[in-house]
């Protein structure tokens, strides 16, 4: 059951697949990136997991030439929310308390953006369990 404390539109909205963009803690950069919800039931479980975007698509590339299947890269025209080409690390997941996510809606610190098609997704969920760096428990929230 959603938390009530929650903000309406984090319980009514949230899925796999839904494309936030904000400023996150947990990385390096001081500017805001999209990131995608690929969790299969992230308002039960009370956590997201999180990919990245980044339109640094040479790093990813260069830190996973190994394991080119873990990368999803993302055109304008497949997903125009995104203004530049842009790739997934899917080797990197964020794991944040849905709580947490909450508490910046309702500072408004958080955009909403389209979810992201079926396919697309599909690849995203399909090179996240092709990472030989995700761990199994998490692979078995998708």
Do not use: W
Not at 92 to 97: G, N, Q, R
């Amino acid at each position: 059951m959603p938390d009530e404390r929650l903000p309406s539109e984090l319980r009514l909205g949230l899925r796999a697949g839904s494309v936030f963009y904000f400023q996150s803690r947990e990385l390096t950069s001081e500017k805001p990136h999209f990131f995608v919800v690929v969790n299969r039931e992230p308002l039960r479980s009370q956590l997201l997991l999180l990919t990245i975007v980044t339109s640094n698509i040479a790093d990813v590339r260069t830190r996973n030439r190994n394991r080119m299947e873990t990368i999803v890269e993302i055109t304008p025209s497949e997903y125009s929310e995104f203004k530049l080409h842009s790739a997934i690390d899917c080797n990197v997941l964020i794991e944040k308390p849905l709580s947490e996510l909450g508490g910046m809606v309702k500072r408004k610190e958080v955009r909403y953006h389209r979810d992201l098609s079926a396919e697309i997704f599909t690849k995203i969920r399909s090179a996240i369990l092709a990472s030989p760096l995700v761990p199994d428990e998490l692979k078995e929230m998708l």
